[in-house]
């Protein structure tokens, strides 16, 4: 059976032989490097702010939050590498592998900063690990999809 030219109508539309990008918006790897970029920027907030109380409390401040950020940008690294139905099985062990590489480089990172950086302030450097980690109360804001228009 021949096609007839209401079949080729929508062919000839098209800029190109892709699909619109936007109809697969909810397939696109979603933007969680904001969430390490937000953590970043109040770590660096914190310690300007705690800079009048002198450089201990700063560097300690800025410790903290880095203490916090950085193993958050390895998990994001690691877990969202992998998209689609058909990697279900790495997605699960991407994410696994970077929530343990998470917890290593935390406690990695306070043992040093504890062994290595004196004099230090444990209420600023705590402080600011909490207050970091709480960005991430505000992920699904960070996170959210912006629909074009």
Known sequence: ???????????????SGRADYRRYLWLQQPPVHRVVVAQLAVSAVLALVLLPQGITFALSALLGGLCCSLPNAYFVW???????????????????RGEAGKLVL???????????VKPLEPLALFGSFIAVQAVSWFAPLLVAHRKPG
Request: glycine content about 6%; aromatic content about 18%; proline content about 0%.
């Open 1 to 15: 059976m021949a096609m007839q030219s209401d079949d080729w109508s929508g062919f000839a539309n098209r800029k």
């Open 106 to 116: 935390t406690t990695a990172g306070f043992i040093l900063v504890f062994t290595l």
């Open 78 to 96: 690691r877990a969202f590498r992998y998209r689609g139905a058909r990697s279900a099985k790495l997605i699960v062990s991407s994410f696994y």
